[in-house]
């Protein structure tokens, strides 16, 4: 089956997006390249619409309306879809982190997968089990460990990760023997030549980063997507580029007020000896 066959237009909005662009343009019997012109794009950039490996952007979204008179159905789409919580967020998330070439990430509340140790991870699901989100907290676990690793490890070439660490995600959760591991491993992993890892300190508050967590990832063939939300319930893909690329400019902006590598190596060794 080709990419634009296996879309599921009943389940995501984009999807329904790229599957009624590819209906349309065979019901109006014209070829990629035909609707290519329209749009500014050659056929394999409309080839990439249909597929749902590229979102339609506003120009394309108005040239279209315009072009077949559709009243501003497809710019009203895209603007929904923008806005719109995707209920596969977490199969999208998880394919996204295995696929990225790079990996940029901020957390403000708690220690993200790529760098929890498996007790701090077991706590986290523990306290999810008992607010009933959570059934099986030994399967879960077992899960995270293998995305973990897959994550890390599960290519040929692990990604460059980049990620800062809001103060607050260093508090004390549970016994602190666990805390102590985890921060421990935090500066292991921190050492790595394909990681950098630094924390904003509290003093930098406020800042733009108190309002959540976010990843941004860098795909094959220089794509980008972001994801915003929490860990438990709730999130948003964005997979449109200017988009994307807004929220790479709020990482740098974040960035920029956080610790030096070094410095946030001896914060963490601080925070662990007090401990």
Known sequence: MTAAELLDPDGSLWHAIAFHLRYERQKRGLSQSEMGLIIGVNKHGVSNLEAGRNKLT??????????????????????????????????????????????????NNLIPIPFQTEDYARGLLEAGHAAGLVDDVQKELAERMDHQAAILKGRSRPPLIWAVLDESALRPMGDPSIMKAALDHLTELSLLPHVSLRILPLAAAPHIGVDGSFWLFELPGRRLAAFAGTILDVGRMMEDQEEAATVAVRFDRIAARALNEEQSRDLLAKVSGDL
């Open 58 to 107: 506003p120009y394309q979204a108005d040239r279209l309306d315009e072009e077949w008179g559709t009243g501003g159905l497809y710019g009203r789409l895209r603007r929904f879809a923008r806005l719109n919580n995707d209920p596969n967020w977490r199969k999208r998330i998880d394919g996204y982190q295995c696929q990225a070439s790079q990996l940029k990430i901020f957390y």
